[in-house]
């Protein structure tokens, strides 16, 4: 499914989107611990069976990606997130984390950075 | 050398998980905030319309788990509710170690006997083995895993195989045991500051922040 | 989003009643969200439908899939391989969903298993308020923020009845008045000009606003006997 193309970068706003949301970033990246438990309640990966699909995957290179960056991403690695969160995952909200993650949450922030520099899901395309 | 890493050393240590496991709680509730009070009025459900709902009890008795962690993976929900306790657990209620507390403070915590602590120190072994082929064998496992995993993994195996090394003795018992005490105090002061942090952020965000699967009615969310 | 509520369990059961084969369908947009039909549920459904027609002695095949969404034929179209001959097929979505899948399925029998009941806001887990009729053609601009088909039992359009008794409608005194609240939202905007014109009728039916506790969460909202 289509993402629309962003133009430029703009590094500064993706740090500052980041900058709102550190602490719990940062501890939601922390404090996962690469268990995969999550992988069964997404039904995305139940009927696929491939790791990209695992939220706790989707999640670390997604938001995980953007904040190790610190922001400084380059149009195809902002494309590529936009993939990540738009055609791999629909937001459904029900992701499990036995540690208490809000795994929908940080894709949600992935979400937002992306369309704050113009990359979203296009609807209207095939 | 051995008074000094069991003696001071292992107050430090002490002390460094105590403050630091503070801090980071202290920081969980400084970035989190009380959840407003739900203000809104409403037709509250009654009895008779939940029950109309729901499946003879006695269907939904043998069905119950089956959408929890437990009905979709119980193998793996069992293991590692089991290794968290027998973690945490076999060091406390550890014969050898309580005999040093009483020594150290005059007080005597209870213990199980030496020979039910040694299966329990074999079994959590056989648990870390487990967790490591599980990191290296199961593609999903592997797709998240990198060098830290492995590393923290060993970090919690190291205490219970010197532990259980020196306890029979095997060899070179001086060095084992110094290298069991300091492996000990290695992942105390980890905890704080690595994903080991977990142990009490599984209580903090299951009871505190609201979600599907928390404990309680989650009172707090996140600034 | 839409809100949906698992039918009552008898209801589903008589469904299915006469059929072989069950497959279940989730969908992971709108019923997913209000925890009424996404893959979690659709298990839990078949589960307690095997473990039912067991206890009767009717071994049925019971089979699961989660779609994306199921408002979109683009992720209906997955579901082609899962429907066989002489099965019947129970949707964990919106009645837009389940009638799509029954489009495209027009030799079988497609039963709901959820009822759709409002397009609403979410309040906390487990609970949602409706918000909106759908009624095509929104006034809310007007009446600050209030949409008096929803909110006001009567739906009227121009001003409360005479029946607000001490901010609550005379329909059920749990449910506030719509139209004082439209009042006070209005007069803290300094509108209140925009409720003096009146507005002709819009032709919908009245209900009281229907607030949704999901299944499974009651107890946390508990009327107390």
């Known amino acids: 499914m289509a993402i629309a193309q962003a133009r430029n970068v703009d590094p500064a706003l993706i740090q500052r989107t980041l900058a709102q949301h550190k602490p719990q970033i940062r501890f939601t990246l922390a404090v996962c611990a690469h268990c995969s438990m999550c992988a069964h309640s997404c039904f995305l990966y139940e009927s696929r069976r491939e790791p990209k699909y695992m939220p706790s995957h989707k999640m670390i290179h997604s938001i995980g990606y953007l904040f190790r960056k610190k922001g400084n991403v380059g149009l195809q690695e902002l494309h590529s997130i936009g993939n990540i969160v738009w055609n791999r995952c629909v937001l459904c909200m029900r992701c499990y984390c036995p540690l208490g993650v809000d795994i929908p949450y940080m894709i949600g922030l992935a979400r937002r950075i992306c369309r704050e520099q113009g990359v979203y899901r296009l609807y209207d395309e095939g | 050398m051995y008074a000094f890493v069991s003696g001071p050393l292992a107050l430090i240590a002490f002390i460094v998980f105590v403050l630091g496991l503070g801090i980071q709680v202290f920081r969980f509730f400084g970035m989190t905030r009380e959840k407003e009070p739900l203000n809104i009025s409403f037709p509250k459900p009654r009895q008779k319309d939940v029950d109309a709902l729901r499946p003879p009890e006695g269907v939904s008795k043998k069905v119950r788990l089956k959408g929890t962690v437990l009905g979709m993976e119980p193998f793996l929900a069992i293991v590692t509710t089991l290794f968290h306790l027998l973690l945490i657990l076999t060091p406390i209620l550890l014969l050898a170690h309580n005999l040093m507390i009483e020594r150290a403070w005059g007080i005597s915590p209870p213990s199980l006997t030496e020979g039910v602590t040694d299966v329990l120190t074999v079994a959590v072994m056989g648990f870390c083995l487990f967790f490591f082929l599980r990191r290296i064998v199961s593609a999903r496992v592997r797709a998240l895993s990198t060098a830290y995993d492995f590393l923290l993994l060993l970090l919690v195996f190291l205490p219970f195989l010197t532990g259980f090394i020196a306890y029979h003795q095997l060899f070179a018992y001086k060095t084992v045991i110094l290298a069991h005490v300091l492996a000990g105090e290695l992942m105390l002061i980890c905890i704080p500051f690595t994903k080991l942090v977990h142990m009490i952020f599984f209580f903090l965000y299951r009871f505190l922040l609201p979600g599907e699967y928390s404990f309680a009615s989650g009172s707090r969310v996140w600034r | ?225």
């Open chain 3, 1 to 225: 989003m839409i809100k949906v509520k698992r039918k009552p369990f008898q209801e589903i059961v008589e469904a299915i009643q006469r059929y072989p084969t069950v497959l279940s369908v989730g969908c992971g947009g709108c019923a997913s969200v209000c925890l009424g039909g996404g893959q979690k549920e659709v298990r839990l459904l078949n589960e307690e439908l095997r473990e039912y027609f067991l206890q009767q002695g009717q071994e049925k095949q019971f089979t699961e899939y989660t779609v994306e969404r199921a408002c979109n034929m683009d992720y209906v179209r997955e579901l082609d391989e899962l429907v066989p001959k002489k099965t019947v097929v129970l949707v964990m979505a919106c009645a837009a969903g389940t009638q799509l899948i029954a489009e495209r399925f027009p030799d079988t029998p497609v039963f709901p298993s959820v009822n759709t009941v409002a397009i609403g806001v979410d309040r906390d887990i487990g609970l949602y308020e409706e918000r909106c009729r759908a009624c095509g053609d929104c006034v809310v601009g007007y009446s600050g923020g209030i949409c008096p088909i929803t909110r006001c039992a009567k739906g009227l359009f121009n001003g409360p009845c005479g029946g607000t008794n001490q901010g609550m409608c005379e329909v059920d005194d749990a449910i506030p008045c719509a139209w004082q609240e439209i009042y006070e939202r209005l007069k803290r905007q300094d509108r209140l000009q925009d409720v003096m014109k009146i507005r002709p009728p819009m032709e919908w039916r009245n209900q009281i606003q229907r607030t949704v506790v999901q299944a499974g969460y009651e107890e946390r909202y508990m009327q107390e006997e």
